[in-house]
């Protein structure tokens, strides 16, 4: 059975950084790109981020290029969301999911505020 | 930027009713469309992927559909569990990714 558990999300105040982190299961990680997707309170859904199965190929939405940074170790089967200088608009529940979106984790949430 | 405009914004429907949802692309985007169901709570779960293919599990009743640009989830009989809100995403030219506003599903 395929399983993204994310984790690391929090309280966070503006300006600071904080590191999502998403364990891979059930399917050889290696192998697949990944997404993260977030979602603010009440509201829809936004492309983040996308990485290669190897790293070669990384993308970001406008929103967050320059602050946020993707990344994956494929011996831990881990994909990571290192986000610096966070701003209120960022608040958001934070999905990683697969290359096509077939499978999602259950989400973590960052807010930023002071 | 490819935009996608989803239509309507929300729907209320009764049990048994054939229900509609559209997505619209700003460009040709070939069948590079999914469609999710999103409930309370919950997760996005994957329903259709190239405009017309029905993800593992996916009950019979939903369709999708495209006409030049406009792309079409229909659900032939609407259930109670279907009550959710969906939204479409190209994935054809990207970055980035494109999903539309999203349509909320509710029973009469």
């Known amino acids: 059975e395929v399983q993204l558990v994310e984790s690391g999300g929090g309280l966070v105040q503006p300006g600071r950084s904080l590191k999502l982190s998403c364990l891979a299961s059930?399917?050889?990680?290696?192998?697949?790109?990944m997404n993260w997707i977030r979602q603010a309170p009440g509201k829809g859904l936004e492309w983040v981020a996308s990485i290669s199965s190897s790293s070669s190929y990384i993308y970001y939405a406008d929103t967050v290029k320059g602050r946020f940074t993707i990344s994956r170790d494929n011996a831990k089967n881990t994909l990571y969301l290192q986000m610096t200088s966070l701003r209120s608009e960022d608040t958001a529940l934070y999905y990683c999911a697969s290359t096509y979106l077939d499978y999602w984790g259950q989400g973590v949430m960052v807010t930023v505020s002071s | 930027d490819i935009q996608m405009t989803q239509s309507p914004s929300s729907l209320s429907a009764s049990l048994g009713d054939r229900v509609t949802i559209t997505c619209r692309a700003s460009?040709?985007?070939?069948?590079?469309l999914s469609w999710f169901q999103q409930k309370p709570g919950k997760s996005p779960r994957l329903m259709i992927y190239g405009a017309t293919n029905l993800e593992d599990g996916v009950p019979s009743r939903f369709s999708g559909s495209r006409s030049g640009s406009d792309y079409s989830l229909t659900i032939s009989s609407l259930e109670s569990e279907d009550t959710a809100i969906y939204y479409c995403l190209q994935y054809d030219k990207y970055p980035p990714y494109t999903f539309g506003a999203g349509t909320k599903l509710e029973l009469k």
């Open positions: 059930g399917f050889t990680f290696s192998n697949y790109g």
């Open positions: 460009q040709d985007i070939g069948n590079y």
